[in-house]
């Protein structure tokens, strides 16, 4: 008999990719998937867009990747292509249900120089780099990863809510596509992802996440579901609907500390949350709440219904995850403190500066820091760039926040203790 008490299940199907290849047409074949870039570029279309253009961007290629906006795994809702990313691009569905099929080892880059098409002057925008080879290239997931990068080029005079929403669109249109090759095919691993039943062993401590995200104005947003987040109270999501692509991101400030759309796709945190839960420990929930707030009352009144709300789904220990930085941290600690407040114990992930952390307050005592994003990194220079002209100031040394995903503060981190 079924569990009235369990929630629908997602099976994540995995098809392990191991070659990219251009090709006439767009097919998976064993571990080696060819690729139409042409026909995707032409289905990503947009009368927002003067130009998509489609490269291939490989692990020891002597090719940077600048200007990115965002990167998106391959995803499908194997029996339902149309319903994937719902409401960002497929129609609305609750996420986190069915069969999902995703491309193992590929991701797909969005890139736009908002500088070249007028909407920022040089500068506004920070660097945002893949580095496929040279001393960057292991300072990101994104540079051991086969990308499918999608550069686009605004269409002059449209408006920029527009641009941004053709981009996207084309990103998340040609992840899809790149999965709907797997339909038929029999995946390399099938992972089965359910909130488990509520009638756990008591003993085991029950654990939240609160995942931070923010949405402060064009070309800075995240968007639930395809509506932007801004004015959300704090929000709870299920595990499976985050990893099913119900979360996307819209936001391009700096580039190591940006919340991917991909980090939400494959979390590790809320991934081994799940795992976990019904042996190690319970995984309460998974908790949206704002970043960025504006004003000292809305980032108390955020801090404190998160934590109220934690206490609701009866959270013992909380992780705190972050948006971007500096404003961001202070929504952190806020949230800590108020969890603390709680009885609830809490851990911060968050990353430091030259100058240390941004904000701090006397109940945040246990911090997983991400790394130092004001390191400098050795200079290269690259055979190729892909999403920029070639310049001087491409090839010299840059701060590790230029890297995109380096410092990443959701919980998706390969960190290592080095004695000295």
């Known amino acids: ?24 047409s767009t097919a998976l074949d064993a571990a080696r998937l060819h690729v139409d870039l042409r026909s995707l570029a032409a289905s990503a279309s947009d009368p927002a867009l003067a130009a998509v253009h489609l490269d291939i961007a490989r692990p020891g290629e002597s090719i940077r990747v600048a200007n990115v906006l965002d ?11 149309e319903r994937t990313f ?30 070249a098409a007028g909407f920022a002057v040089p500068g506004d925008f920070p660097d945002a780099l893949v580095d496929m080879a040279g001393p960057g290239a292991e300072l990101t997931r994104w540079g051991q990863m086969t990308n499918v990068v999608v550069t686009c080029v605004p269409t002059a005079g449209a408006p920029v809510g ?38 756990h062993d008591r003993n085991l401590p029950a654990i939240a996440v609160i995942l931070q995200v923010a949405s402060e104005g064009p070309l800075a947003k995240t968007f639930l579901y395809g509506r932007e987040v801004g004015g959300i ?18 936001a391009y400030d700096w580039a190591a500390i940006r919340n991917l759309t991909a980090n939400y796709q494959d979390s590790s945190l809320v991934r081994s949350l799940m795992a976990a839960d019904g042996e190690r420990l319970r995984f309460a929930g998974l908790i949206l709440a704002l970043g960025y707030l504006d004003t000292a009352f809305e980032k108390q009144r955020s801090a404190m219904m998160s934590a109220r709300l934690a206490e609701s789904i009866g959270a013992e220990g909380v992780i705190c995850t972050t948006f971007a930085g500096g404003n961001s941290h202070t929504d952190t600690m806020l949230t800590v403190r108020a969890c ?7 851990t911060a992930i968050v990353s430091e500066t030259n100058g ?65």
């Open 340 to 346: 603390e407040s709680l009885g609830i114990r809490t």
């Open 233 to 250: 109270d704090p929000t709870l999501l299920e595990g499976t609907e985050l990893l099913d692509g119900a979360l996307t991101n819209g």
């Open 1 to 24: 008999m079924e569990d009235r008490h369990m929630s629908p299940a997602l099976e994540l199907a995995a098809y392990r990719v191991e070659e990219v290849l251009s090709a006439d």
């Open 162 to 199: 527009e641009v941004d929403r053709a981009v996207r669109q084309a990103s998340l249109r040609v992840a899809r596509d790149l999965a709907a090759s797997t339909i038929g095919h029999e995946p390399s691993q099938i992972k089965t992802t359910q909130r488990s039943s509520t009638r």
């Open 356 to 420: 240390g952390l941004v904000d701090h307050v006397a109940e945040a005592d246990c911090i997983a820091s991400v790394g130092n994003e004001d390191e400098l990194i050795a200079p290269w220079t690259p055979g190729a760039v892909i999403g920029a002209e070639p310049s001087e100031r491409l090839t010299r040394q840059l701060p590790l926040r230029a890297y995109v995903g380096a410092c990443t503060q959701t919980g998706d981190m390969s960190l290592r203790c080095v004695s000295v």
């Open 71 to 81: 990167a998106v795994l391959p995803d499908v809702k194997a029996d339902e292509p």
């Open 86 to 115: 719902p409401g960002a691009l497929g129609g609305l569905a609750i996420a986190g249900r069915g069969r999902t099929n995703r491309l193992a080892g590929v991701a797909v880059l969005s890139v736009c120089d908002w500088a």
